[in-house]
């Protein structure tokens, strides 16, 4: 049975052609009437996948910890921007608030909190999660609309959820990936007219066999720019946290997840949550392009440890029974852990700053590369 965002979709391609998969992605996702974070929970046990924040209260205590160092480390602003683009529940950042509190109430003091969110039904969780602190709160629906000064962001998951484009070696140069309609009118992928600009090709990989995938993202990289120039402008940091490679390359990486299993990404539109690999290179770029300095991206894994994750996990277990101890534990390797089923060593967190300065856990940033 197609979903009605298929028969929607269907409809459209018969009225106007083939779509990108750019989209056919946007439509997933942020459809009005039927767009998969406008409609489902995708979190949780029963929902489609879990993230970070969700597995245990010491993900977004180590990012309060990474953004007090940061505070500090910028010189103590005496008024900033905690902002989170993409906050789901807001689970992440009532645990960085307590942690800030706890470190540094004049810091959670000074600060006034932006979240920016596009689904009206998790702006209104969010709101559930984060009654507190009501009054220090404002949402957005865009990055550019939160005030223009000293800013600490993270994004987790969020990259991942913002459109692609794929462009396919077809032997005769890159060509654009649609989405049209089959013979029985299903949906499924073709090729378009569309080229891209062979200068745009990472140089690396397997990019010269016939098949190879190179996905652009470019409303990724707008959003990184949009946040690296206010951070340029007026100081501060911001975090990225997401699954992807640290170098850009060729690869299909389009997924579809539902219930905890991957699903083929045409099947259910609008039902399944759909995301792609983060680029982090070419993230890191935009960044630097826009004036900012990229530090050394690290692993998650690398990123909690260098925060304290351990030493924080052995203090909240200290005194707690053995059940419990258990289950941080466990939390403990499913998020910095490797291999299987670990997020570790999958996801990486790239941060950007408007000034060059050392910033724990992160190494001494890199030289500038890019036009500035
Ligand atoms: N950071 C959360 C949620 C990740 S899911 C966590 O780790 O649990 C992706 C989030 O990004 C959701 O809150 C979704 O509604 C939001 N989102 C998707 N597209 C967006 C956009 N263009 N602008 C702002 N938020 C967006």
Not at 37 to 52: H, I, K, L
Not at 120 to 128: D, F, K
Request: charged content about 20%.
């Amino acid at each position: 049975m197609p979903t009605p965002l298929a028969r929607k979709i269907a409809e459209l391609i018969r009225r106007n052609g083939p779509i990108s998969v750019a989209d056919y992605f946007a439509m997933c996702l942020a459809d009005p009437e039927y767009g998969y974070y406008r409609t489902r929970e995708p979190f949780g046990r029963s929902g489609d996948f879990v993230t970070s924040p969700e597995i245990s209260q010491l993900f977004g205590e180590m990012v309060g910890v990474f953004f007090v160092h940061a505070w500090q480390a910028h010189g103590r602003p005496a008024q900033l921007n905690l902002t989170e683009i993409g906050p789901g529940r807001g689970t992440l950042m009532a645990d960085a608030l307590r942690t800030i509190g706890r470190l540094a109430p004049d810091m959670l003091d000074a600060a006034q909190i932006h979240l920016v969110e596009t689904s009206e039904r998790l702006s209104g969780v969010q709101r559930q999660t984060l009654l507190r602190y009501k009054e220090k709160i404002a949402w957005h629906e865009d990055f550019a609309t939160t005030p223009a000064r000293f800013t600490l962001l993270v994004a987790n998951e969020f990259f991942d959820a913002i459109p692609i484009r794929q462009f396919i070696n077809t032997g005769q140069g890159f060509h654009e990936r649609t989405v049209r309609l089959g013979q029985s009118g299903e949906l499924e992928f073709a090729m378009g007219p569309a080229g891209i600009d062979p200068s745009l090709l990472p140089a690396r990989g397997e990019g010269a066999r016939p098949g190879a995938i190179f996905e652009a993202a470019p409303a990724r990289t707008a959003i990184m720019q949009t946040i690296a120039e206010r951070l340029a402008q007026y100081g501060g940091s911001a975090l990225t946290i997401d699954y992807g490679h640290l170098v850009s390359s060729y690869g299909d990486t389009l997924q579809a997840l539902y219930r905890h299993e991957y699903d083929l990404p045409l099947l259910r539109p609008g039902e399944a949550d759909l995301t792609s690999h983060v680029d982090f290179e070419a993230l890191a770029v935009a960044a630097i392009a826009a004036g900012c300095h990229a530090h050394r991206p690290l692993t998650q894994g690398d990123f909690l440890v260098g925060l304290g994750i351990l030493e924080r996990a052995g203090a909240l277990g200290a005194g707690a029974d053995s059940l419990t101890r258990a289950s941080i534990q466990d939390a403990v390797n499913r998020l910095a852990g490797v291999g299987a089923g670990k997020m570790g060593e999958l996801f990486k967190v790239l941060c950007v700053s408007g000034t060059p300065l050392a910033l724990s856990p992160f190494d001494i940033p890199t030289k500038q590369t890019g036009a500035n």
